[in-house]
């Protein structure tokens, strides 16, 4: 299971870098191209759009496996260190419902898009396997908030005061 963990992580991190490399060049290429030569990239916006999806959505599971949401924790310190625990094992399922239904309403606004043949306005790029990427990725999220649900590390998560 460590194995398969990897892999997922390590794809998600490869789609990400690879979306902000994307996203950069895009927009340097874009400029030059808008600025030095009157000629900029068609359709640069609707790209930029889904390099950006694609980014945010590989980022959101990647942050949860790694524990790495922000975290508000104002009056935490009052509460003993068994009420913390249980204040984020709540915490946790509360996110684990919340990504579940997230990806259960992205999921069918999916194949609402693929019914209707989504497309963006300048390039015709189809948005369903956009939206589905999301779904899927969610989805991952929910597992992931589960894993940590039940992994030895969410019962020793570090306070910083």
């Not at 310190?77 to 309403?105: K, Y």
């Not at 597992?143 to 570090?158: D, K, T």
């Amino acid at each position: 299971m460590h194995a398969l963990n990897s892999v997922i992580v390590g794809m998600l991190k490869a789609i990400s870098i690879i979306g902000l490399c994307g996203m950069s060049l895009l927009t340097v290429v874009d400029a030059t191209g808008r600025y030095l030569f009157n000629h900029p990239i068609t359709g640069s916006v609707e790209l930029v759009e889904l390099l950006m999806v694609t980014v945010i959505f590989t980022s959101i599971p990647l942050m949860t496996r790694a524990r790495g949401h922000i975290v508000v924790d104002s009056f935490s310190h009052f509460f003993s260190v068994r009420m913390q625990r249980l204040q984020d094992q709540v915490a946790g399922v509360i996110s684990l419902i919340i990504s579940s239904l997230l990806a259960w309403i992205t999921l069918h606004k999916a194949q609402t898009t693929a019914d209707y043949g989504d497309m963006t306005a300048m390039l015709n790029i189809p948005l369903a396997p956009f939206v589905y990427f999301m779904a899927l990725l969610l989805a991952l999220d929910a597992i992931y908030h589960a894993a940590n649900l039940v992994s030895p590390a969410s019962q020793e998560m570090p306070r910083h005061d």
